[in-house]
């Protein structure tokens, strides 16, 4: 079964960037990888999606013009490059994948998650 391990967070100041990894224990292949992220008091959110094999993604509109993903298929690496983060960035930032080709912004259609890496934006 894959199993999926983020690294990278860590406190940063606002405007700052930041770029986290998750790495798996098999190919990404067939999956689509994502991260999500959840903040205190809030409920899991999907920041963004991409094809391991085509390569194309999808990003959240909170997002779209900040934060990059991206992939080594090499080395079954999943990244999330965070540029001009905000206070509203703060939360713990979630990989996982999925087989699925549709509803890929749902949480639910993921069955392989990591344990999560904590970002904190400070003022």
């Known amino acids: 079964q894959l199993q999926l391990v983020e690294s990278g967070g860590g406190l940063v100041q606002a405007g700052g960037s930041l770029r986290i990894s998750c790495g798996a224990s098999?190919?990404?292949?067939?999956?689509?990888a994502a991260w999500f992220r959840q903040a205190p008091g809030k409920e899991r959110e999907f920041v963004a999606v991409?094809?391991?094999?085509?390569?194309?993604?999808y990003k959240a509109d909170s997002v779209k013009s900040r934060f990059f993903i991206s992939r080594d298929k090499a080395n079954n690496t999943l990244y999330l490059q965070m540029n001009k983060l905000k206070l509203e960035d703060t939360a713990v930032y979630y990989c996982?994948?999925?087989?699925?080709?549709?509803?890929?912004?749902?949480?639910?259609?993921?069955?392989?998650w990591g344990q999560g890496t904590q970002v904190t934006v400070s003022a």
């Open positions: 996982a994948a999925t087989k699925s080709t549709e509803s890929l912004t749902a949480s639910k259609v993921y069955i392989t």
């Open positions: 098999d190919t990404f292949n067939y999956y689509a």
């Open positions: 991409i094809s391991w094999t085509s390569g194309a993604y």
